[in-house]
């Protein structure tokens, strides 16, 4: 039986011939044949040299990666493959386990191990640096495959692509980019640092061979001339998000597809559950062959927009310039918007290494022949020269013509800077080593003398004389910091490495930059008084500031409560000079603030290397769960259509925390229903990544998340988890009650209006706006107030009666005299609940109530 597990074929006599022949048959199977430059990388990683692998997009560098990985194993050398990001690393880490079973492959991304001993390791560059520095020549690394090693000139990053290399001088490198520009330092430092040849293979043709051109016509007329000559998929680059979805809106009215290929969409999509506001916008346009592509999409629609695309079905892809990173999409033909980006500070041209990586996605081996780039002028100058095309010859015309000027701030792009980019090699990289005190402490903690290991990292790396100067003076300060923190002790003798200095804590294995915050979240759950009304949801904020910012939702809580603030200023009579003063003090929501703030400062006396501002108190799982939102009210209430995805990687993150990081005996049955509640909502909203996760932290045979499959995976019932469900309608339930105890009857009715439109065709709204005001008034006339305390939060308060087909619920609420005589009650419509994802709930009524 032919086997497609990489490990069966290692020969019994692995010598080179043996296992280039292995592999080669291997890659035949899989309908590869290997490229010259394919086969020259093989052999020079056979014949163990360093290899620095500078070829084109589409080259095959992946199949290289994988024959590295397969000379390893047979060797029994331990290898590494290093990504930028983390999804990266998870789709690299299935795709090994496809090609040498899972048992021989394992990941650390900081969020999960998995099979941490396995002979081949996906990690992220940093999880790799902090390896290195920690354990350095002594590590049982063999070899490192580094892909996008572009990154080595990221500011903030670039650090973790430089330290393996300095630091690990026993293992074999696999260099990977298209866009490496002159790697002579490298080759020459490499085979210095491992006494290993280093061979560079650059230079080679692109198996799909590319044509460039320079588009003066009006951009949907450009996408129509590339239609009707055959070259789609198209992928329109924009860089804005929200230039990428108004464009793929715009070219609706074109005729992209026809009615047969219309039909065979549809077919294709099947089920595919889309949600309101931008999964209704997404669902118009696959169905007209118009798909969006960016990093701010839920995952399961930028998965259909790949698979439709890599059906045929998608004849234009909107998107950013993210997709230079890596997108599964067979392109065509690429088509820039503009040669110029906002780079977080300024507007500038694109550099060239930012063009070849964006420009490298046109023409896909094994789908295309020959791929296209072209790039449109500025929209002033496409209008200026059509006004003298119509102007002609005529003297007169052409003396009325009002040229349109460049918007003010605009950076101007010619047909000259798109020659100029074609041509250019891409930037130098440039070094980025930077000293901190984990770094530090990780030296510390490796055998042998830590001030030599650190003497040498810093006076013997890729940065000229002074920058390492500058390097060395800032280390002295980080360590006497260490020093008098305690963390770090000086011994009374030193011993016969020559050591001087221990660090007086223990470090977990796999301690990195991201790790010393759960230990802190640890200190502060300790100093939360259990009986607390809000227990369980402080312990939520405490996880939720250890997070990564959520920026865009974040911006979206501050606009939001600013524009509630300046309001309450206004109807106050308080002056516009001190409203715009007091307006900078109002921020997103930071709950425990104060508590999370005096606790980092005495915590960072024992921990200097964590950041004064390492934690971010915020408050977004938190305000869901208080006000009973489900991701699609959360989405509309804050306008983030556009930040789907973000939302929903840290809601993923946090149910993640939540899960991994609170201690059995922090946790009470609040707290035990938030993590339901949370779990259950992210899995209704896309499953795809706590699936992913899920399945790495617990395998399972059947299951194979974040592999190619049906565009519409079925959706796990939302009833058939009760617990997670009934949460949620309580929830539901006592944010009415809080909104109704403030008197808010235009919001009651607008939120019955939302969840109306859960439903396709949006059901009918019993309580509106003017239901509601009516509905208070009545008891208003009867009660001062309704309590919102932890009392009135009881889930006793909630009568459930559950009848074949609906939930009907009954929520008392508490008035200052005690009766309990009046309530809200709605009904559930379990199969809309289960079709939505999210429980679809009418309130019908708030009155007194019977008996």
Known sequence: MVTTNLEKRIPADADADALYDAFAEWAAEQGLTLYPHQEEAFLEVLSGSNVILATPTGSGKSLVAAAAHFTALAEDRVSF???????????????????????????????????????????????????????????????????EFHFYSEPDRGWAWQVPILELPQAQFVLMSATLGDVTMF???????????????AGTERPVPLEFSYATTPIHETIEELLEQDRAPVYVVHFTQAAALERAQSLVALKVTTREERDAI??????????????????????????????????????????????????????????????????????????????????????????????????????????????????HVVENLRAVEKAGDDPKKQKKIQRKKAPDGFVGWSE????????????????????????????????????????????????????????????????RELLTSGVVERLPEPDASGRRHALTIDLQRDFALNQPLAPFALAVMETLDRESDTYARDIVS?????????????????????????????????????????LEEVSWPKPLADLLEVTLAAYRQSHPWISADALSPKAVVREMYERGMTFTEFVSYYGLSRSEGLLLRYLTDAYRALRRTVPEHYRDDELEDVVEWLGELVRQTDSSLLDEWEDLVNPSEDATPGRPGE????????????????????????????????????????????????????????????????????????????ATDQEARSPALLQVEKVPGEWRLRQVVVDPDGDRDWGLTAVVDLAASDEAGAAVLTVTGFERLGG
Not at 87 to 101: N, P
Not at 187 to 201: E, N
Not at 543 to 561: G, M, T
């Open 187 to 201: 080759r020459d430092d490499l085979t210095r640092r491992t006494g290993r040849a280093t061979a560079v293979i």
């Open 711 to 786: 565009v519409a995976p079925p959706a796990r019932p939302l009833t058939a988890n009760e617990r997670a469900f009934t949460v949620m309608l309580r929830n539901a339930m006592f944010h009415r009650v809080e909104l109704a105890a403030r008197d808010a009857w235009e919001q009651l009715g607008e939120l019955e209006a939302r969840v109306a439109e859960l439903t396709e065709p949006p059901r009918t709204v019993v309580m509106d706006a003017d239901a509601w005001n009516e509905a208070l008034g009545a008891y208003y006339d009867e009660h001062d107030a309704i």
């Open 542 to 582: 405490i996880v939720e500031a250890i997070l990564e910012d959520p920026r865009q939702v974040l911006w979206a809580q501050e606009y939001k409560a600013r524009g509630e603030a300046v309001a309450a200023m206004k109807l106050d009579g308080i002056e516009y000079e001190e409203r715009m003063e007091r």
């Open 266 to 379: 549809a077919e294709r999509i099947g089920g595919f559950r889309f949600g309101t506001g931008f999964g209704r916008t997404l669902s118009r346009l696959v169905r007209h062959g118009i798909g969006v592509h960016h990093a701010g999409m839920l995952p399961k629609y930028r998965r259909l927009v790949e698979q439709l695309a890599q059906d045929g079905l998608l004849k234009v892809i909107c998107g950013t310039d993210t997709l230079g990173v890596g997108i599964n999409v067979p392109i065509r033909t690429v088509l820039l918007t503009g040669l110029t980006k906002f780079d977080g500070t300024k507007q500038r041209l694109l550099k060239a290494r930012e063009f070849h990586q964006i420009v490298g996605r046109a023409g896909r081996a094994g789908f295309d022949s020959r791929g296209w780039v072209v790039a449109q002028a500025p929209e």
């Open 416 to 479: 000259e800077t798109f020659e100029r980019l074609i041509t250019s090699e891409p930037e130098p990289l440039q070094p980025r080593l930077r000293v901190s005190h984990s770094m530090l402490v990780n030296l510390l903690a490796r055998e042998g003398n830590p001030v030599a290991h650190a003497v040498r990292l810093l006076s013997d790396n890729h940065h000229e004389a002074k920058d390492q100067r500058r390097l060395q003076k800032h280390a002295l300060v980080l360590a």
């Open 81 to 147: 493959y290093t990504a930028p990001i983390k999804a990266l690393v998870s789709e690299k880490f299935f795709a090994l386990c496809d090609q040498f079973g899972a048992d021989n492959v394992g990941m650390i991304t900081g969020d999960a191990t998995v099979n941490g001993d396995a002979p081949i390791i996906c990690c992220t560059a940093e999880v790799l640096a902090n390896l290195a520095l920690r354990e350095g020549p002594a590590a049982d690394i063999g070899l490192v495959v580094m892909d």
